[in-house]
């Protein structure tokens, strides 16, 4: 019997010699045919490999650290491998590095494996590292020593990498609970702090206090876990204002934290503006220190003593203590790191300047990432200031005290002088519900001071992300996109200046054009709100 008007099945072909064959499928009521469809197809026999070797480069990093999480994702063609348990990892020695890998894609529902994502730690160096990933059905992995462990908790899910331990709440949670550095707590959960809101009127809805929040574990393995918290910013009175998705990422052996938020917008931009979006963790310390060129130390003395670091665009940066300005520069770092004597948190924002305007704020008793800031200045691109060149660039989202997406008249003037036909209809119209924007950080937690826990190395490794890469032969000869060749000097050089010189363009056009902003950043320009 049939259930539903969609039918779909896989077709096993084990066992059948490489020919030609046909396939009938017909719709019976009792004995009468109704529908009736025939296709032809061939089997051939086998030609990818079943076992083999394939080269893995690590490219260069910023900096050099003992170990550092690496995840990359490597295609096999049709029929290599069937079983993610058939694959290792060796380094240029030929030693067995620990890994952690979960299929992503199959030729077919029950087929081989046509994607793998494997996750492992190495060192971050400043000259490329060569692996290689050995693969067939005789292959077998040495279990993992030193495992990652997550426990779920009927109140708490909780992880262990053995450097460090942390909790996450189920119920009215601020994301991050308890951490535990090697065995000591650095950081007790606070139902306060939390990824939060504040509407224009200074109102303010936390995430911890949704009911109904879904704390979930969305892997766990010998190597790498993620956690995933999502829910509602609610007020204290029950009304809600935007969701938010925090997701956690943990490392056998590491004491970081990657913890990825993500905003939602709910309602009508035309009606709500944003005083502050941000994120709270509830970290106690009474020393900074700023990521900027210089590095800005300082102290946080008295319960309301604040210090915070803002990015406002592209090329202003500044840092305030106590009230006062007591740094700038262009760009900054995207980092602060803050704490007491054997207690201390780096804390980075991915592409922080390049996603103005940002903020890191600390308090004796927490740190907050401000997404949109709360200590914002007013909008300088306005009126006069605007013209053909920045005002697509959508600077009324980018700068001010409010976050406000409603598009304002002196911009709305340049897009109908424009394209009166084309973008101002859109312009006139265009409303924010239904944005989600993603940050990603890096929550390092350690016990020497910043200098010593190479803080600023930390920081430059994270932005740049160092990851892993297959062979391109590889990756081509696989067929997962079809016919593909790999560049090789000699061949097509015409078709590879030119797109050398495309993508070289797309870079110096955003710099020409200071193309850079959170809703613009990961993005070129092709139409205009």
């Known amino acids: 019997p049939v259930g539903s008007e969609k039918l779909d099945f896989d077709l096993m072909l084990a066992g059948r010699e490489p020919g030609e064959y046909a396939l009938e499928a017909r719709v019976l009521d009792g004995a009468e045919t109704l529908h009736a469809q025939r296709r032809d197809f061939a089997i051939v026999a086998e030609t990818a ?3 083999g070797r394939i080269a ?22 049709w029929g290599a491998l069937d079983s993610p348990d058939h694959v290792r990892l060796l380094d240029a020695e030929g030693r067995e590095v620990p890994i952690q890998v979960q299929v992503t894609g199959r030729w077919s529902r029950q087929g081989s494996i046509r994607w793998l994502l494997v996750d492992f730690v190495a060192p971050a160096r400043r000259t490329a590292q060569s692996f290689t990933l050995v693969y067939g059905p005789d292959v077998r992995r040495a279990p993992v020593q030193a495992a990652l462990k997550v ?12 450097a460090l331990r942390f909790s996450v709440p189920r119920s009215q949670t601020p994301g991050l609970g308890d951490v535990f550095l090697r065995g000591r707590r650095v950081m007790a959960a606070d139902r306060s702090a939390g990824p939060y809101m504040v509407d224009e009127a200074g109102k303010r809805y936390l995430g911890s206090l949704d009911k109904n929040v879904e704390v979930a574990v969305e892997s ?60 709270t963790l509830p970290f106690a310390g009474d020393c900074c220190f700023f990521g900027t060129p210089v590095i800005v130390p300082g102290w946080l003395r008295g319960k309301d003593a604040n210090a915070y670091l803002i990015q406002l665009d592209d090329q202003r940066c500044k840092v305030y203590a106590g009230g006062a300005m007591v740094d700038e520069c262009a760009r900054a770092e995207g980092w602060a790191s803050f704490g007491a004597s054997g207690s201390m948190l780096t804390l ?27 200590h914002g200045e007013e909008p300088i691109r306005r009126g006069d200031q605007l013209s053909a060149r920045n005002n697509y660039q959508e600077w009324f989202a980018h700068e001010g005290k409010v976050l406000n997406f409603k598009v304002p008249d002196d ?4 897009v109908k002088l424009d394209s009166e036909q084309y973008n101002y209809p859109g312009a006139k119209t265009a409303n924010a519900i239904g944005l989600a924007k993603t940050h990603e950080m890096l929550l390092h937690f350690h016990s020497e001071d910043w200098e010593r826990a190479k803080a600023r190395t930390t920081n430059m490794v994270f932005q740049s992300n160092p990851t892993a890469a297959c062979d391109p032969a590889w990756v ?24 050398d010189e495309t993508i070289a363009q797309i870079y110096r056009l955003r710099e020409a054009d200071r193309d850079y902003g959170m809703f613009n950043w990961g993005d070129a320009h092709h139409n205009w709100l």
């Not at 910023?62 to 994702?73: I, K, S, Y």
């Not at 081509?476 to 797109?499: D, H, K, N, T």
């Open 151 to 162: 426990e779920e908790g009927e109140n708490a899910v909780t992880v262990d990498t053995g």
């Open 49 to 51: 490999a079943r076992s």
């Open 220 to 279: 766990s393995g010998p190597v790498k876990a993620c956690v995933r918290v999502s829910g509602w910013h609610a007020a204290e009175t029950g009304e809600r204002l935007g969701q938010f998705i925090l997701r956690f990422y943990a490392f056998a052996g590491l004491p970081y934290v990657r913890a990825y938020h993500t905003f939602v917008i709910t309602e009508d931009s035309d009606k709500v503006r944003y005083r502050d979006i941000g994120w």
């Open 476 to 499: 081509c000869e696989s067929g997962v996109f079809g016919r593909m060749e790999p560049r090789r000097p000699g061949r097509f050089e015409s078709i590879e200046r030119a797109l």
């Open 348 to 374: 980075a924002v991915k592409d922080f300047w390049q996603q103005f305007p940002k903020e890191i704020e600390l308090t004796p008793r927490s740190a907050t990432v401000h997404f949109w800031p709360a």
């Open 56 to 77: 893995v480069v690590v490219p260069e990093a910023e900096g050099e650290l003992a170990a550092w999480p690496v995840t990359f994702g490597v295609p096999f063609p």
């Open 411 to 414: 911009a709305l003037a340049f």
